[in-house]
């Protein structure tokens, strides 16, 4: 199946749509946050995204896919192969450092000193790590409670 849109299709058209199967058709991946545990992740998307207010910082968003579940802390199920979960970095004082950090990390580099911030989220697609993620849980001043997912990345064997 391609991406075409049917304009002015006849009815004959619409009616064979309607009676083909979607055997073909890959089932999207889950979006969820997978639970403590260690895990081979990839980067699949990384991108700046404009503030929804006036006057809110901009936010960087890091789309991880889960490519393997190696264990999960508490022997809670893992989610799926190919589940996907984001990070955000505020595109501020306080949250870039952060996202300068898990940037050396993935890439396995010293430091990204001179490399401006467009070629570090291109450099970031497509990249595969392990990692280890943890889960701390806050109040939400609102009710509930902040779920934030902590990845730490596990270099590789030298």
């Not at 979960?85 to 010293?110: H, M």
């Not at 990249?127 to 509930?144: E, H, L, V």
Request: aromatic share 6%; no cysteine.
């Amino acid at each position: 199946m391609n991406d075409t849109t049917l304009v002015g299709s006849s009815s004959a058209d619409m009616e064979a749509l309607l009676n083909q199967t979607l055997d073909g058709v890959k089932a999207a991946p889950d979006f969820t946050t997978p639970p403590a545990g260690e895990y081979r992740l990839s980067v699949k998307d990384a991108k700046l995204i404009a503030p929804k207010e006036a006057g809110k910082s901009p936010r960087i968003n890091v789309m991880y896919t889960v490519v393997q579940t190696y264990a999960t802390a508490s022997g809670e199920a893992p989610v799926p192969d190919e589940s996907m979960f984001s990070e955000g970095f505020q595109f501020t004082d306080t949250g870039l450092p952060y996202f300068k950090s898990r940037v050396a990390a993935i890439l396995n580099v010293d430091n990204v000193d001179g490399v401006t911030i467009g070629d570090m989220l291109s450099s970031l697609k497509g990249q595969s790590f392990d990692a280890r993620i943890s889960i701390k849980k806050s109040p939400n001043p609102k009710g509930g409670e902040y779920e934030n997912i902590q990845i730490r990345v596990v270099p590789p064997a030298a």
